[in-house]
């Protein structure tokens, strides 16, 4: 019975992960929904998935839903403000489970204004490389 109550309990808990994160694909776009998040200043200088030294001046970011060396568009639903960044790095695994579907360098989520709140809720659309608008 303990171990009924134990799953029920984690599949009640997922299921607001589950709501936030929507992830739609067609022919000619990928489009995710979710949470978007910010490189510590600490993470400065450290490896990423590409092997390239992560700099938080840069316009990159950190994203399990995209293929390393695309880019992106992200926009931030509450202003409306978007910026381009190219995906060099993945999250962690707990990030996902959490609703975060990119991890932003420091510059960009200056961009989309959202340093003092921490998280935002955001749009996530794949663009050709070298889009700069």
């Given at each position: 019975?303990?171990i009924y109550?134990?799953?029920?309990?984690?599949?009640?808990f997922?299921?607001p992960?589950?709501?936030?994160?929507q992830?739609k694909?067609?022919?000619?776009?990928?489009v995710?929904?979710?949470?978007?998040?910010?490189?510590?200043?600490?993470?400065?200088?450290?490896?990423?998935?590409?092997?390239?030294?992560?700099?938080n001046?840069?316009m990159?970011?950190a994203?399990?839903h995209?293929?390393l060396?695309?880019?992106?568009?992200v926009?931030?639903?509450?202003?409306g403000?978007?910026?381009?960044?190219?995906?060099?790095?993945?999250?962690h695994?707990?990030?996902?489970?959490?609703?975060?579907?990119?991890?932003?360098?420091?510059?960009?989520?200056e961009?989309?204004?959202?340093?003092?709140?921490?998280?935002?809720r955001?749009?996530?659309?794949l663009?050709?490389?070298?889009?700069?608008?």
């Open positions: 019975m303990k109550t134990t799953l029920i309990l984690c599949l009640l997922s299921i992960v589950w709501a936030q994160l992830t694909d067609t022919s000619s776009e990928k995710a929904y979710g949470i978007a998040s910010f490189y510590s200043k600490n993470l400065d200088s450290t490896r990423t998935a590409t092997g390239e030294i992560f700099l001046s840069k990159t970011a994203s399990n995209f293929k060396n695309s880019w992106v568009r926009t931030n639903l509450r202003n403000k978007s910026v381009i960044v190219r995906i060099n790095d993945r999250m695994k707990r990030m996902v489970l959490r609703g975060r579907v990119v991890d932003l360098s420091r510059s960009a989520a961009k989309l204004n959202f340093i003092s709140s921490g998280l935002v955001v749009k996530v659309v663009v050709p490389p070298g889009t700069t608008e």
